[in-house]
């Protein structure tokens, strides 16, 4: 958020369930999700300021207690939630809980247990994300770099150079192997975990990169750039395999991207303020979900409670159930 803050809801388990190894509960679903959705509002169940400059990315671990976040200030922080939300339980919208600059891993009268970690990225931090081991983080900037975090050590191990703008998205392949990087240089690249080196790079004219996703096999990478395309790769061949259009993504925002329930759908943002959502195999556009007041951020889907989220310039957050 620009206001530096970050808010805390608690989600339920919803009834829609799905076995990914049952087709036919598998295609139900996926027509569950051509119909509207409903939404309603919930409040917080904590918020606190959590940087001194706007946030740009946020990452929660596996299991939920942990949560990393990313500013324009440069600083990358990671939170332990349990203690976020018993500190900040009791917010007032006009008075966000803040903990003291002064505290590093724990303030007893606070209550609040947060750890600095120094990346030395050089301005914004647009991204962070935890590995699947829940030991490392990696993160992108504008000084070009993605940078791998030791949380054990609290330390940068790895530092990726290659690219010629600002790096606005880094994830871990599934298998953990790989460091891939989207940036404002039109490039996708794939970068060794171990030796730090590019091993293979996507660099046809697709635009500024504003993310990347990777499908569950590891075998296909969506991306999203600023040419109002999303696009679908097979990572072996290195081709474009499939084009989403339809959204608007132009302007300096961060307009995201992601894969849906079983890789089916593609679910992502616009500037009009629609959550769009696409056939994966076809490209088609299936839905385009209303709600929103400002440009869509990001959409991000949940494979427990079978639940879509979506961020807004409007300052809301919108969750999606489907029956």
């Known amino acids: 958020s620009s206001n530096r803050s970050v808010l805390l809801w608690l989600t339920q388990t919803k009834e829609l369930a799905y076995d990914s190894e049952d087709d036919e509960e598998e295609d139900e679903l996926v027509d569950e999700m051509l119909n509207q959705g409903r939404f309603k509002p919930v409040e917080p169940e904590g918020a606190f300021l959590a940087h001194d400059s706007r946030i740009w990315d946020l990452s929660s671990n596996k299991s939920g207690t942990s949560l990393a976040s990313a500013a324009g200030d440069g600083s990358v922080r990671l939170w332990d939630v349990e203690s976020c939300l018993s500190a900040s339980k009791n917010y007032q919208r006009s008075r966000l809980f803040q903990p003291e600059k002064s505290s590093s891993l724990y303030n007893s009268n606070q209550g609040i247990k947060f750890e600095e970690i120094q990346t030395y990225h050089e301005g914004d931090v647009y991204s962070i994300n935890f590995h699947s081991n829940q030991n490392y983080l990696v993160s992108g900037g504008y000084d070009r770099t993605a940078r791998l975090i030791d949380?054990?050590?609290?330390?940068?191990?790895?530092?990726?150079?290659?690219?010629?703008?600002?790096?606005?998205?880094?994830?871990?392949?599934?298998?953990?192997?790989?460091?891939?990087?989207?940036?404002?240089?039109?490039?996708?690249?794939?970068?060794?975990?171990?030796?730090?080196?590019?091993?293979?790079?996507?660099?046809?004219?697709?635009?500024?990169?504003?993310?990347?996703?990777?499908?569950?096999?590891?075998?296909?990478?969506?991306?999203?750039?600023?040419?109002?395309?999303?696009?679908?790769?097979?990572?072996?061949?290195?081709?474009?395999?499939?084009?989403?259009?339809?959204?608007?993504?132009?302007?300096?925002?961060?307009?995201?991207?992601?894969?849906?329930?079983?890789?089916?759908?593609?679910?992502?943002?616009?500037?009009?303020?629609?959550?769009?959502?696409?056939?994966?195999?076809?490209?088609?556009?299936?839905?385009?979900?209303?709600?929103?007041?400002?440009?869509?951020?990001?959409?991000?889907?949940?494979?427990?409670?079978?639940?879509?989220?979506?961020?807004?310039?409007?300052?809301?957050?919108?969750?999606?159930?489907?029956?």
């Not at 635009?207 to 072996?236: A, C, H, M, P």
């Not at 959502?277 to 409670?305: C, M, P, Y």
């Open 151 to 323: 949380l054990e050590t609290n330390k940068v191990v790895k530092i990726f150079n290659g690219h010629s703008g600002a790096v606005t998205h880094a994830i871990f392949n599934p298998l953990g192997n790989l460091v891939i990087t989207g940036s404002k240089d039109c490039t996708i690249r794939f970068w060794d975990l171990l030796s730090g080196v590019c091993v293979k790079s996507f660099s046809q004219p697709i635009g500024e990169i504003s993310s990347i996703d990777v499908n569950k096999s590891g075998q296909n990478i969506l991306s999203s750039s600023k040419d109002s395309s999303n696009r679908l790769w097979d990572l072996r061949a290195g081709k474009c395999m499939q084009r989403f259009r339809g959204h608007q993504n132009t302007s300096r925002n961060f307009i995201r991207s992601v894969f849906g329930p079983m890789d089916a759908l593609v679910m992502g943002g616009s500037e009009d303020g629609r959550v769009c959502i696409w056939d994966t195999e076809s490209g088609d556009l299936l839905q385009r979900l209303g709600g929103h007041i400002g440009a869509v951020f990001q959409t991000k889907w949940n494979d427990a409670n079978s639940l879509l989220a979506s961020c807004s310039d409007d300052g809301t957050i919108k969750t999606w159930c489907y029956r």
